[in-house]
Each structure stands twice: as structure tokens, then as C-alpha cells.
């Protein structure tokens, strides 16, 4: 196409359109919030293919599936031939590209991926393994910690002491068991045939560092472009450098005043030592924001303003007009609700639909009691991050049956699977997991570590020889052989592991992804309905997850998807007639960036959550709080308001509904305050001067006294 047919350019601003059509070496854009990055890396996209660069030789890395989509999308409506480039996260790629490499890997064809759960549950059982699990109060770190920690030294690429000394000081004394720990999880994935999130990018970066297969890696794309690389951590670094070294050039797009992913290692810094990584590159950096209007824009630029790092891009808002941003003191969280989803309606009725809406806030659970009055006053509305959507058991369970019809020598989904069975808890589960690998139970009275130790045996590599086909099939006998000789299994949780296995070997035998979740589903559903009490509701969900199946070619791919790339809700997977539906966003700050609504509210702005009590420790720590507030402010085109509840719900974990007084966010200053309109409390007779009183005090009314 001849420059002048490319009219789309012009809608461009002059470094925009410099920044798209940038030719000959590396690119960074480099600008504030709302200033058209994503936009001009849609445009680029366009702009390459119409110049001719084969669409398949260009990759585009993003922070989620729905991002890498929408984006495609975007260039295709300006260029049709860009909708072949390969988009997805950075996860995603490598998948690809370990299946492709995976004999080189020395991984076996059908090797499964492990999601976060998954890969904390195999930490839990060496830790027990170990004899860290045992004791009571032993101060050996739990599951979660221990995956945080591994994660985080993986992907910070730095030793573990330090990671320890810098982020988890209180397991120091453990350092030592911690490393052989984390030694033997290697080992015991390679024996598993699995891999976690962590090593698919370590995988990548091993076959982009080889000397066969690395030229050839970076040959095969002659541009990478990656979106919001403010939060890339260390192991991405490398493999953006990687592909740059190979010639593939590389164009990336962020805002280091947007950096909130710290807690996953990643780091701001890497955008600023982009320049240096990468020889020559051009720096493009974008002046006005598009998104806010100017009083929206004054208040971010002030909480920014008080970063202890030096916060030179004050944003300038291109649009006219515009009205300051509200501030509202409410009595509690009840109040709070109230007020959002008055104002969520009043919105609609004067022309506002639901889609262009947002409730943005922190954590999942501050979203609790305004789901209920959205519910009440039949709001419909879409949440996402918090909990996510496959982390729910029932989504988690019928994961694993699609797991099992790929490869039966799984016997991470195995554990789960068998679990449905009646009568079958986590420790049956582990002896019927080694008795299915031939492994005898010795002594029944040591049944939980004898547990542990025959599902280790029923791990081992020996025990996959017979993986497959043939291990599935033998289940039923099995199991069979093993309710025998305990007597404990009573006939009909026999009938339902016989109806289990029946359709994983009907979903074994059929390569349709759709028709294969169809059969594993119908198997589930009444389990899942006599489970939960709100089983119905879980049942749609499953029936999602197979309309999704319907749409994919590959069973294999489907599954490694759902766990790379995990949807954070259902709406993420539902058909098309449900996203024709007006819906409301609840989102959490992390899962809103990048995106933007005309009306956003922001919920539970007081300190403690603004900064989290968690974080509120280093001030480096405080910034990315701040940063995390200023990132919600900033996805505003319209109107921002912010509510600041003085009575709230303490939830951190041990602490089962406290009550905190509180005051607003730290954040919220003279200065940024002066930038709003400020509401505070309105009368209250109890509280007359409507200010906190008491501050964290609990009273105790527990008649629990009474019952000694
Ligand atoms: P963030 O930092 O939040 O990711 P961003 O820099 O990626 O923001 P975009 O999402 O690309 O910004 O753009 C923000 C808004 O500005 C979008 O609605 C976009 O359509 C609009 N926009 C971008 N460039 C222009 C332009 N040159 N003229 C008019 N509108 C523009
Ligand atoms: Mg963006």
C-alpha cells in the first residue's frame, strides 16, 4: 500500500506517527498513562505489514491473552493481513515453542504445565516429604510462601539467600532446607513429566541462548513489539535481549510511573536500562494524554508528585473541560455500596451504559458488600482478577479431567480427580495414587505418611514406564484391588470412580476438544450439584469452559491455555450473546491496566488498604502503592470518584471480621484533595463530628467465656 492510502496514520499525533513508523534499530516509548502507547504499538503493527513484513514475522507480547486480541484486532481494522502476526503473553509464546523444542528439553511429548496451585501442592507434599510438615507451629515456611519465594529467585534471577535476606528475612534459619527443598522440585517435576509457569520462560531462554537453536528462534521473527514493559521481570529482560541480539528488532512500550508488579520481581528499572540493553535506540516520548480530562489528570499528577523518585511527566490532558475528581467520606462499607451503585444507575440514566463503567479496587473483597446491593438492584456486573476464575474448585476439578483424557500418567490432576470420589479424601487419595503404581501399603496405622510416601513412589519415573493408555485403563482394577483390601469404600463410591474413569476413556478416545469436555462434563455436573449448594450456578460455568472447547482445534492446546493464560472470569470465556449484554466492571486495580472507562469509582481508599498494612514497610514498597492508586486514577475518561469508608472490615487472614476505624489514604493529601470535591461524612449521631473516634480497638462481646 502506497503511503498516501494509509490515511489511519494521520489520526496519529506527529510522535506518534514518528514512533509507528519508526524504521532501523531499537524503539522506546517511554510516556505517561493515556498518551497512545498501546495505541501507536496497534498502529505499528499496521504500519509494518503494510510494508510489507510478512505478518508471521512479527510478535507481539503482551500482559494477557484479552490484551494481545484486542490489540490484534485493532491493526486488523486498519490492515486486513494483521490479524496472522502471533500476539499472546509472554507465557503463551513459549509454550509454543517448548512444545516445539520439547525432545530437545528433554521433556516428553505430552508434558503437562502446572498452574500456581498445582505447583505450591508439589512444594507442600516435599515439605511434608521432608518432615517439615509434621510438627505443630513449626515455623517452616507454608506452601504459598514457598512458592513466592522460588518464583521470585527464579524470575528476579538472583540467589536465593538474597531473596531471602531482602524479602522473607523470618525463614533465614530455614535457608538451608529451603535450597535442598527447591533442588528436589526440580528433580521431581523432570520425574512428573511436568513443568511450572517459571520454567517456560526459563525454557525459552535456554533454547534462545543455545547456538543451534537460538539464531534460528530469532530468525524467524524479524520484529517484536511488547506492551507495558514497566512490569517485565528479570528471565523477560533476557528474552527480549535474546531476540535483539539475533537482529530481530525490538520496540517496547511502557510508563515506569505505572509500575505495580514488584511483588512479582519485576522492576521498573528495567524500562529505564532499556536504552542500554538494547545499542542505539530511538526514545520517544508522548506529551498529552487523550484519555483524562484535566482535572482528573491534576489529581493523579499530584499523588505522583509525592513519589520519592523524581516524577518529571506531569500529565497534560488534550481534551477541554472536564469536571474534579469527587472524594467521598462514608460511615462504612454498607454506605459505600450504596453510594456507588446509586451513582452507577444515575450514570446510566443520563446516557452513560454500564460498559463504559468501572468499580476498581485494590483487593477482591472490597468488592463484597457492593456485589450484594448490585444484586439487589439487579446491576448485572463482570469482575475480574481477585479469585480468579480457575481457581475455583469446580473449574480446578474439571481442569484435571481434561488434563487425564491427555495424559493419564498425570498424576497431579489424578489427585484431584480421585478426590471426587465419595468418600476419598487428600490422604486416600495419595495411597490409592501409589496402589494404582503398584506401590503396597505397608502399615495402615501410619496412614498420612505413609500417604505421602506412596504417592511419591507413585510419582517416580518408574511408575510413568506404564503411564498412559495403559495406566488408565487399569484404574477401575485398581481400585477395585485397593477397596477390597481396605473394606473402607463403600459400593456406590465404587459405581461413581468406575463412572469417572468410563468418561475419561470415552474423552481419551475423542480428539474434538469440544465433544471430549462435553463427555467429561456430563460426568462432573452432578457431582458438582450435590457438592455445592450453589452447584447449579458452577454447572454453567463448566458448560462455558465447553463452549470455549467447541471453538478449539487442538485438546492439548486448550488445556495449556486455560492454565498459561488463565481467564479471569467467566465472561472471558462466554459466547458472544452474553457479551452483548450491558454489564458493569468490577475489576481489581492489578486487572485494569492498560484499559479505561469513562466513569470509574474507586473503592475502600483509606490507609491500611492505600497503602496495605503489607506494604507499607520499605518506601520503596509505599511508591508502588501509590503507584497502584494513581494507575486507578488514571484509567478515568470522565469521572473519577474516590470513597474513603471509616468503618471497614479487617480481613487480613486470622482475623475474621474486625472492624477497623480508619482514616483516608495517605495518598490522599492536602494537595491531592485540593484537586477534588471533597464530601465528608454527613451527620451521624452517634459520631457527631463525623470523625473517627476510636482507631482499631476492638471490642470483645464474645459470650466464648462463657462456654469453658
Ligand atoms: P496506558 O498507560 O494507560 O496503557 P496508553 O498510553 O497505552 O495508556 P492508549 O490506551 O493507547 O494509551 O490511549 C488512551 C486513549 O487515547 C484511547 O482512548 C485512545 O483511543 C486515545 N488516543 C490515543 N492517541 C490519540 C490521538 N492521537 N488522538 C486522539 N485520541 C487518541
Ligand atoms: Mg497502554
Known amino acids: 500500500a502506497g503511503t498516501n492510502e494509509r490515511h489511519w496514520l494521520d489520526e496519529l499525533n506527529e510522535q506518534q506517527r514518528a514512533a509507528a513508523t519508526h524504521r532501523g534499530g531499537p524503539l522506546l516509548i517511554l510516556a505517561g498513562a493515556g498518551t497512545g502507547k498501546t495505541t501507536t504499538l496497534c498502529t505499528r503493527v499496521a504500519w509494518l505489514v503494510s510494508e510489507g513484513i510478512p505478518s508471521e514475522r512479527i510478535l507481539l507480547l503482551t500482559f494477557t491473552r484479552r490484551a494481545a486480541r484486542e490489540m490484534l484486532q485493532r491493526a486488523r481494522a486498519l490492515v486486513p493481513g494483521s490479524s496472522r502476526v502471533l500476539g499472546g503473553t509472554f507465557h503463551s509464546v513459549a509454550h509454543r515453542l517448548v512444545r516445539r523444542h520439547a525432545s530437545a528439553l528433554g521433556l516428553p511429548p505430552g508434558f503437562g504445565v502446572l498452574d500456581a496451585g498445582d505447583a505450591a501442592d508439589v512444594l507442600d507434599l516435599l515439605r511434608v516429604e521432608a518432615g517439615h510438615g509434621s510438627a505443630r507451629g513449626s515455623r517452616f515456611p507454608k506452601k504459598g510462601t514457598l512458592l513466592d519465594l522460588y518464583s521470585r529467585t527464579v524470575n528476579a534471577q538472583a540467589p536465593l539467600s538474597g531473596v531471602i535476606a531482602e524479602h522473607f528475612p523470618w525463614v533465614d534459619e530455614h535457608r538451608e532446607a529451603i535450597s535442598a527443598l527447591f533442588r528436589e522440585y526440580t528433580v521431581r517435576k523432570r520425574e512428573l513429566g511436568v513443568i511450572d509457569l517459571d520454567d517456560l520462560l526459563l525454557m525459552w531462554r535456554a533454547l534462545a541462548r543455545d547456538e543451534v537453536i537460538g539464531p534460528r528462534l530469532a530468525s524467524s521473527f524479524d520484529h517484536v513489539l511488547i506492551d507495558e514493559y514497566q512490569d517485565v521481570n528479570g528471565l523477560q529482560v533476557d528474552l527480549a535481549r535474546a531476540l535483539g541480539g539475533y537482529g530481530c528488532e525490538v520496540t517496547a512500550v511502557g510508563d515506569d510511573f505505572q509500575a505495580i508488579y514488584g511483588f512479582r520481581s519485576a522492576s521498573a528499572a528495567h524500562i529505564l536500562d532499556f536504552p542500554s540493553h538494547f545499542e542505539g535506540t530511538r526514545v520517544v516520548t508522548l506529551e ?299 475489576s481489581t486495580i492489578h486487572s485494569a491496566k492498560g484499559l479505561e472507562w469513562d466513569h470509574v469509582h474507586v473503592l475502600a481508599v483509606y490507609d491500611g488498604n492505600f497503602p496495605a498494612c503489607m506494604s507499607a514497610g520499605t518506601s520503596e514498597q509505599i511508591d508502588e502503592e501509590r503507584r497502584l492508586l494513581y494507575v486507578a486514577m488514571t484509567r478515568a475518561r470522565r469521572t473519577l470518584s474516590m470513597y474513603v469508608p471509616v468503618r471497614y472490615h479487617h480481613r487480613p487472614r486470622g482475623i475474621d471480621d474486625a472492624h477497623g476505624y480508619g482514616k483516608a489514604s495517605r495518598f490522599l493529601t492536602d494537595e491531592v484533595l485540593g484537586c477534588c470535591d471533597v464530601t465528608r461524612l454527613p451527620d451521624d449521631p452517634l459520631n457527631p463530628r463525623g470523625a473517627p473516634v476510636v482507631t482499631a480497638r476492638r471490642l470483645s462481646v464474645s459470650p466464648d467465656a462463657l462456654f469453658d
Open 288 to 586: 498529552h494524554n487523550y484519555r483524562s480530562t484535566q482535572p482528573v489528570l491534576d489529581a493523579a499528577n499530584a499523588v505522583a508528585a509525592q513519589a520519592s523518585r523524581a516524577f518529571p511527566k506531569r500529565l497534560r490532558a488534550d481534551r477541554p473541560g472536564g469536571v474534579r475528581p469527587r472524594v467521598v467520606w462514608l460511615r462504612d462499607e454498607g454506605a459505600q455500596a450504596e453510594e456507588v451503585a446509586s451513582r452507577v444507575l444515575e450514570a446510566r440514566e443520563n446516557g452513560s451504559d454500564l460498559r463504559s463503567q468501572a468499580v476498581l479496587m485494590r483487593t477482591s473483597h472490597d468488592s463484597d458488600l457492593l456485589e450484594l446491593e448490585l444484586h439487589r438492584r439487579r446491576i448485572p456486573f463482570v469482575k475480574y482478577g481477585g479469585l480468579k476464575y480457575l481457581e475455583a474448585a469446580h473449574v480446578k476439578d474439571f481442569v484435571a479431567l481434561l488434563r487425564l483424557a491427555d495424559n493419564g500418567a498425570d498424576d497431579i490432576a489424578w489427585f484431584r480427580v480421585l478426590q471426587l470420589v465419595e468418600g476419598l479424601g487428600p490422604a486416600s487419595a495419595r495411597k490409592a495414587i501409589g496402589l494404582m503404581a503398584g506401590a503396597e501399603p505397608a502399615d495402615p496405622e501410619a496412614e498420612l505418611e505413609e500417604g505421602a510416601a506412596s504417592f511419591r513412589r507413585g510419582l517416580s519415573a518408574s511408575a510413568r514406564e506404564e503411564a498412559g493408555e495403559g495406566r488408565l485403563a487399569a484404574v477401575p482394577d485398581r481400585l477395585a484391588e485397593w477397596y477390597t483390601a481396605r473394606q473402607v469404600i463403600p459400593e456406590r463410591a465404587r459405581a461413581s470412580a468406575d463412572e469417572l474413569v468410563a468418561a475419561l476413556i470415552v474423552a481419551r478416545d475423542e480428539q474434538r476438544p469440544g465433544v471430549r469436555a462435553e463427555a467429561l462434563r456430563d460426568v462432573l455436573a452432578p457431582l458438582v450439584k450435590a457438592r455445592y449448594p450453589d452447584g447449579a450456578v458452577r454447572v454453567e460455568d463448566l458448560d462455558q469452559l465447553v463452549a470455549a472447547a467447541h471453538q478449539a482445534n487442538d485438546p492439548r492446546h486448550f488445556v495449556a491455555e486455560l492454565v498459561l493464560d488463565p481467564p479471569q472470569s467467566s465472561a472471558d470465556l462466554a459466547q458472544p450473546p452474553h457479551l452483548d449484554e450491558d454489564y458493569l466492571t468490577i
